[in-house]
């Protein structure tokens, strides 16, 4: 009796847990199904980026893939298998990846439905021009602390390019491409080898990141930068981070050539002539740094050449008392029309061609939610701008047409990625569906 007691009293808190595990095995596989039959009645099932891709033949559902994620609620585990539920919410981090124990994620860009146009590169960053390097979110990492690290990587296999170093040349070592988080890294990077380098810039310091709307939180990691050590970051915002970018600039002496734009690049013997719209240099190496988005997409309707519309929000605070009218779903289009919702006087409206904002975080989709249910803007899905006018814009919805009154417009359609360029140049572009 004493020994039946006994081995009850052992097996009770093993009993309780089992079933406490069980339970919460079957809420989560629940969860994760009803997460995921949204998404498809609402086609979000699109990625927008790198994204994991799980051979259910290797996965065994420990569900460690989903813990790893920061971005939280982007995999699930349906019946015994990792899912991605929230397609459109992963924006590469590829911590799952690393934290799978049975190797059974790969990630890749692009779907099968869907192409993502990606430079041919090597491991080592090189394109398939040798000397041309390409790092950061032109290669698809969009990523503040992955360009930031592909950056400092492209720029230690620089190091090793033959010819680098060579004082008796009278050639640049490198010419870098671009000032934002990848450019601005390898400038520093340049800096610390006693490289013979220029750096370029069209806009200003910080690239992409300098284009976000103010208070827009980023980074997600702290990472390593050349010469001064670690950014200690996790999550700030952009003008902090921009701000202890400015002051490295200026504690460390790096000088970036601003307002000075990439116009072409000859091939000469073991290295290249570059045209700017300032001048030219010659070099034996090449980084481009320049992001993504290159020529603003337009919508090419009558009115679009107005000064009031532009292709990217500066600073929120010039709307107050406007209507303004912001076109796109993506992330840079809801993050335009909340800051400037926010802003006293304002009407803010969103078109947007597709029923619903699948390329947008899900943070983004709950402000714009947020800010439409307290009136401070107004969301019109599958419409288009037929025609803009100095002080209204017409716009098509299901057949019917809309006249708002308007004093601006903000076109954030995205960028044509600068293909055509790349292959003038001799780079190779693929278009990958869904590939590692």
Not at 23 to 51: A, D, F, I
Not at 58 to 83: F, Q, T, W, Y
Not at 265 to 279: I, M, P, R, W
Not at 367 to 383: D, I, N, P, Y
Request: proline share 5%; with cysteine; hydrophobic share 35%.
């Amino acid at each position: 009796m004493k020994a039946s007691l006994t081995l009850f009293l052992y097996l009770l808190p093993m009993l309780l847990i089992f079933t406490w595990y069980t339970k919460r095995k079957q809420q989560q596989h629940r969860n994760s199904l009803v997460t995921l039959e949204e998404n498809r009645k609402s086609g979000l099932l699109e990625p927008s980026s790198l994204h994991p891709l799980i051979d259910i033949t290797r996965c065994m559902g420990c569900g460690s893939c989903v813990s790893a994620c920061p971005e939280g609620n982007v995999l699930g585990v349906i019946d015994g298998k990792a899912h991605l539920v929230n397609p459109t919410h992963c924006i590469g981090h590829s911590a799952c990846k690393t934290a799978c124990p049975f190797d059974a994620i790969t990630l890749v860009f692009g779907t099968e439905n869907r192409g993502m146009d990606i430079p041919v590169i090597k491991p080592n960053f090189e394109t398939t021009m040798d000397g041309i390097f390409i790092a950061g979110e032109l290669g698809g990492m969009g990523l503040i602390r992955n360009a930031v690290e592909q950056g400092r990587q492209a720029l230690e296999h620089i190091c090793k390019h033959p010819g680098i170093g060579n004082p008796g040349d009278d050639r640049l070592d490198l010419l870098i491409v671009g000032a934002g988080p990848a450019g601005f890294t390898a400038s520093l990077g340049a800096m610390q080898h006693g490289l013979k380098s220029v750096t370029i810039e069209q806009e200003t310091l910080g690239g992409t990141v300098s284009h976000f709307p103010r208070g827009k939180l980023v980074m997600t990691a702290p990472v390593k930068l050349p010469v001064v050590g670690k950014m200690p970051f996790t999550e700030t915002t952009k003008e902090t981070l921009l701000e202890f970018w400015e002051n490295v600039e200026k504690k460390t002496g790096l000088k970036i050539r601003y307002q000075e734009r990439l116009e072409e690049v000859v091939a000469e013997n073991d290295g290249y002539q570059v045209t700017t719209s300032k001048g030219s240099y010659r070099t034996r190496t090449l980084l481009l740094a320049i992001g993504r988005r290159g020529t603003p997409r337009k919508l090419g309707v009558p009115g679009e050449a107005l000064s009031k519309v532009v292709y990217r929000l500066i600073d929120a605070e010039q709307y107050q008392g406007q209507q303004v009218l912001v076109v796109g779903g993506g992330d840079s289009a809801l993050e335009a029309a909340t800051s400037i919702a926010e802003q006293p006087g304002t009407d803010v409206t969103i078109s947007y061609r597709s029923g619903a904002f699948s390329r947008a975080k899900e943070k983004n989709r709950q402000k714009v939610a947020q800010a439409e249910q307290e009136g401070r803007l107004r969301v019109l899905f599958t419409s288009n701008v037929t025609e803009i006018s100095e002080r209204q814009v017409i716009l098509e919805q299901e057949g019917n047409t809309i006249t708002l009154d308007n004093d601006a417009v903000i076109i954030s359609a995205g960028g044509i990625l600068p293909t055509p360029f790349l292959k003038k140049i001799g780079v190779q572009v693929e278009t990958r569906h869904g590939t590692a």
